[in-house]
């Protein structure tokens, strides 16, 4: 029996790390007249959908595929949150 | 009285919008033997620190910034979750 996950993955920037792309935003916000805003921390947002036997499994390879591809783990934190969304049983 | 806000922003393409980001990362995945992912899309997460008298404003001003500044709202769709962190009074 396979079961589908959703998943939402995401990826910031360790607190050390500096951010200039937020810097950025930072700056032209407040020359839009957004003076009341601060720390602006730009990181990335992924979706997407797993299949696989159980829940753990699931996990395992999520953390696999964050290390390894989504994440840079020396500059970048990750985290994800994952939902169980439908389950296929085989036809007998 | 104001208020300190934490703002956490998830910007996504729209549904309708391709995303060769996500595809290739997808493409990437199942190189790795990853061939269980599918319909991965790629987001802009954003954090930042808003400070206002109170909620609505707060939210009313973040409405816009992600209007007019960190989405594209042709292509792109935004939420945000918002909460309170701490209140500074004047020193009497």
Avoid at 24 to 32: E, F, P, R, T
Avoid at 64 to 78: D, F, G, R, S, T
């Amino acid at each position: 029996m396979q079961r589908k996950y959703q998943a939402k993955i995401f990826v910031t920037l360790r607190p050390s790390v500096l951010d200039p792309a937020g810097v950025a935003v930072q700056s032209g916000l407040k020359q839009l007249g957004y003076d009341n805003v601060e720390r602006v921390r730009i990181g990335k947002y992924i979706e997407l959908t797993l299949t696989s036997g159980d829940e753990a499994t699931a996990r395992q390879h999520l953390e696999q595929i964050c290390h390894q591809m989504l994440a840079n783990p020396v500059i970048e934190n990750y985290r994800f949150d994952l939902i169980e969304v439908e389950t296929q049983t085989g036809v007998v």
